[in-house]
C-alpha cells in the first residue's frame, strides 16, 4: 500500500469518553492523507477540528465549531464514493454524499458507509489511537510507554509518545522521565523533533510551563539544522505561550542554540506575529532580542514588531531599549524611523 501525507502531520488521538458511554473523541491538527493499494483502490481524507465517533465507530455523532471531515473512496474503474462530516448551524452534524462527484440522498449511503468508514479509520490510523488509549486505561502512564518503546515504527513511536506526555494527568516528573525515555529511542532526529514540536505547541493553560521549558531544553539539544528551527516555530507560533519570565528563558536559552542569528531572528521574528500575542509577551521577546550578537539581527526583530503593537507603551518601552544597543548606521536609523511614525499622534 502506498500513502501520501498532505499538509501538516494528521496527529489523531483517541480519548475514552467521559460519562463511560463508549463514544470516542477524535482530535486532529488539519491535513490529509491518501492511500493506495496495488488494484488502484484509494482511499483520501481531509480533516479540520475534533469529531465524536459512535461506539461502533460507524458515524460521527457530534462535531467541534466549524469541524470538518471528508473521506473519499476511489475505485479501480476511476468511479469515486465520499461521505463529508460537517459541523451545522445548530451544532448538528450535516452529512453529504456524493457519487462520482454527484450528490446522493443520504440513505443511499448507509450500507456502504457501515462497511467504508471502519476500514478508512483503520486507515488514517485511528485504530492505532483506540488501542493506545485502551493501553493508557488498563496500564497506566508506565504501559504507554513500556508499548512506545516496542513500536519498531518511529512514526509511530512519536505518536504514542505524544499520546502519553499530552495527558494532563502526567506529573512534571514523569513527563521528564517519559521525554528521557523518548529523547533515547526515537534516534531520528525527524522523528524526535515531531514529537517536541507537539509539545512546545501545546497552548496554556492545561499544559504549564514547567512541562514546556523541559521540553524546550530538549529542543535545544538537537542537532542544528531544519528540525531544531521548526520546533523552535512551533513554540513561536504557541499561544499565549511566552507570558512568564521563565517559560521567555527556557525559550531564549533554545533559541540560542541555533547556529545563526538570522535564523534566531526569523523565529523571534514569529513569535512576535503570532496570533494572539499579548504585549507583555511581545515587550519580552523584544528584549530578548538584545542577545542576539548580531546587530543585523537584532534589527531584523524590531522590523518584525506588528505596527499595531508600537502602540502599546510597554512594547515601545522594549524597542526603544533594543533599539539602543544598535551602531549607528542604516539599520537604526530605519528602526528609529519606524518608532517615531509610530509615536502616539505621529
Known amino acids: 500500500m502506498t500513502k501520501m501525507r498532505l499538509g501538516f502531520p ?7 469518553a467521559a460519562n463511560g458511554a463508549g463514544a470516542q473523541v477524535v482530535a486532529y491538527s488539519s491535513g490529509g492523507e491518501m492511500s493506495y493499494d496495488d488494484s488502484g483502490h484509494g482511499t483520501f481524507f481531509t480533516v479540520n477540528g475534533d ?55 443520504i440513505a443511499e449511503a448507509a450500507g456502504w458507509l457501515a462497511e467504508f468508514l471502519p476500514a478508512a479509520l483503520a486507515k488514517a490510523g485511528i485504530g492505532d489511537w483506540l488501542r493506545m488509549e485502551h493501553a493508557v486505561a488498563r496500564l497506566g502512564f508506565d504501559g504507554v510507554l513500556a508499548e512506545a518503546a516496542r513500536d519498531t515504527s518511529s512514526f509511530d513511536q512519536s505518536q504514542m509518545f505524544v499520546t502519553a506526555l499530552l495527558d494532563t494527568t502526567v506529573s512534571a516528573a ?38 514546556r521549558m523541559v521540553a ?17 516555530r512551533a513554540a513561536a507560533r504557541a499561544h499565549h505561550a511566552l507570558l512568564s519570565d521563565s517559560a521567555r528563558a527556557s525559550f531564549f536559552a533554545a533559541v540560542g542554540t541555533l547556529e545563526l542569528d538570522s535564523e534566531r531572528a526569523d523565529v523571534l521574528g514569529e513569535a512576535l506575529r503570532a496570533d494572539g500575542r499579548l504585549p507583555e509577551e511581545q515587550a519580552g521577546i523584544v528584549l530578548g532580542a538584545q542577545r542576539l550578537a548580531s546587530p543585523a ?50
Open 51 to 105: 469529531a465524536e465517533l459512535s461506539p461502533d465507530g460507524r458515524d460521527v455523532v457530534r462535531m467541534s465549531e466549524e469541524a470538518v471531515l471528508v473521506f473519499t473512496e476511489l475505485m479501480p474503474d476511476g468511479s469515486t464514493r465520499q461521505i463529508e462530516f460537517r459541523d451545522g448551524p445548530s451544532r448538528e452534524v450535516l452529512r453529504t454524499f456524493r457519487v462520482n462527484g454527484t450528490r446522493r440522498p
Open 10 to 16: 494528521v496527529v489523531l488521538l483517541a480519548l475514552a
Open 216 to 232: 524546550l531544553e530538549a529542543a535545544g539539544r538537537l542537532p542544528p539544522g531544519e528540525e531544531k528551527a521548526g520546533v523552535l
Open 174 to 211: 514523569d513527563f521528564a522521565r517519559g521525554l528521557r525515555m523518548a529523547e533515547g529511542r526515537l534516534t531520528k532526529p525527524r522523528a524526535f523533533a515531531y514529537l517536541l514540536e507537539r509539545l512546545v505547541g501545546a497552548g496554556s493553560p492545561w499544559f504549564p510551563d514547567s512541562k
Open 297 to 346: 539581527a537584532r534589527a531584523a526583530v524590531l522590523m518584525a514588531v506588528p505596527a499595531d503593537a508600537l502602540r502599546d507603551p510597554s512594547v515601545r518601552a522594549a524597542y526603544a531599549a533594543t533599539l539602543g544597543t544598535l551602531s549607528r548606521g542604516p539599520d537604526r536609523s530605519r528602526a528609529e524611523a519606524r518608532l517615531a511614525g509610530s509615536a502616539p499622534g505621529a
